[in-house]
């Protein structure tokens, strides 16, 4: 079984940043890509950014030049560094995973149980 598990939100204030850590666990052999998504009130889920294992970016529209995804692939953890935080922020933040168990299993879709991240204006 594998898990993944988020850090490091919070409360900021507008124009502040946070950096928010996710961390996997379990029988892993390898990790694909990882990613980052939110989902504020009312609203559906949605991809905030993506990282292949060679560390390959993708960043949804709204997000690029703001934040920056990275992973330690070692530690099996990716990270989202959040700048200029906007009230429109505001959300539960997401991580998700392509793992490969040891026994060679596949685990598509992996999610962590969410962070919350609350910017005040």
């Known amino acids: 079984q594998v898990q993944l598990v988020e850090s490091g939100g919070g409360l900021v204030q507008a124009g502040g940043s946070l950096r928010l850590s996710c961390a996997a666990s379990?029988?892993?052999?390898?990790?694909?890509?990882m990613g980052w998504y939110r989902q504020a009130p009312g609203k559906q889920r949605e991809l905030v950014a993506t990282?292949?294992?060679?560390?390959?970016?993708n960043y949804a529209d709204s997000v690029k030049g703001q934040f920056t995804i990275s992973r330690d692939n070692g530690k099996n953890t990716v990270f989202l560094q959040m700048n200029s935080l906007k009230p429109e922020d505001t959300a539960v933040y997401y991580c998700?995973?392509?793992?490969?168990?040891?026994?060679?299993?596949?685990?598509?879709?992996?999610w962590g149980q969410g962070t919350q991240v609350t910017v005040s204006s």
């Open positions: 379990g029988s892993i052999f390898t990790i694909n890509d």
């Open positions: 990282i292949s294992s060679a560390g390959s970016t």
């Open positions: 998700n995973a392509d793992i490969i168990g040891t026994r060679g299993t596949r685990f598509r879709d992996v």
